[in-house]
């Protein structure tokens, strides 16, 4: 079975430029993460959908900040305009959603704005 | 609030010795998860162990075991007969459980992390 894919795994783009990553999840996983982990850091939580729903974008700066989830599969985080601070790691994570059971990671995207 | 706080940045060890990793977590929440995770430098997130608030016994998976104390809030990582291929980040990460209806059920937060060497 397949794990969570991440794409691209790399990116390198000017300060102000958009960008998108896109996340695959395991298939039957109705729970989908989305986290930012900086050089020598936790990840921290950005979104998480339950299905197509966003449940707990509390983290997520919604004014260049954008995420969807259509049809409770495939996720899109995107970032319009970069910032020189946007440089990170972001990974994607989805589980079965129930408390004793974990988290699967992507490979992630690491992001360099320039 | 900090929920998982992880106080060592870093740890050096002796290969083919024990190494514990602290984790101290804060929760009014009855149910939660606890789990471990390995980041290697290649960037992956390996899942190694979980432990849930009820049960009673510690949590062991091979060479890992977590030694929870729940009156203290605590869920430290043992990693026996280290090897160099331990060398990694490890996180502690916690997911509290139903009370807070689905805003909070399923919410996993990480600590910042220890970083292990293990030195031949």
């Known amino acids: 079975e397949a794990g969570v894919v991440q794409s691209p795994r790399y990116k390198i783009i000017e300060k102000k430029q958009p960008v998108a990553f896109w996340c695959n999840p395991i298939?039957?996983?109705?729970?989908l993460y989305w986290y930012r982990q900086n050089l020598g850091q936790g990840p921290e939580l950005l979104i998480r959908?339950?299905?197509?729903?966003?449940?707990?974008d509390s983290q997520l700066p919604k004014d260049r900040f954008s995420a969807e989830r259509l049809k409770g599969v495939d996720s899109t985080l995107k970032i319009q305009p970069a910032e020189l601070g946007d440089s990170a790691v972001y990974l994607c994570?989805?589980?079965?959603?129930?408390?004793?059971?974990?988290?699967?990671f992507g490979q992630g995207t690491r992001l360099t704005v320039v | 609030a900090q929920k998982i706080t992880q106080t060592q940045p870093g740890m050096f060890v002796q290969e083919k010795e024990a190494v514990t990793l602290d984790c101290t977590y804060d929760?009014?929440?009855?149910?939660?998860?606890l789990f471990w995770y390995k980041q290697p430098s290649s960037g992956e997130m390996i899942f190694l162990i979980y432990?849930?608030?009820?049960?009673?016994q510690n949590a062991t998976e091979g060479r890992y075991s977590l030694n929870f104390q729940k009156a203290r809030k605590s869920a430290n990582l043992v990693i026996s007969a280290s090897q160099l291929g331990d060398s990694a980040m490890y996180f502690c990460a916690m997911r509290e459980g139903q009370k807070f209806g689905i805003q909070g059920a399923q919410k996993l937060v990480f600590g910042q992390g220890t970083r292990l060497t293990i030195n031949p």
């Open positions: 959908y339950e299905n197509e729903e966003a449940v707990d």
């Open positions: 298939s039957g996983h109705n729970t």
């Open positions: 432990q849930g608030s009820y049960d009673q």
């Open positions: 929760t009014s929440d009855p149910s939660y998860g």
């Open positions: 994570a989805s589980s079965s959603g129930r408390i004793n059971t974990e988290a699967f």
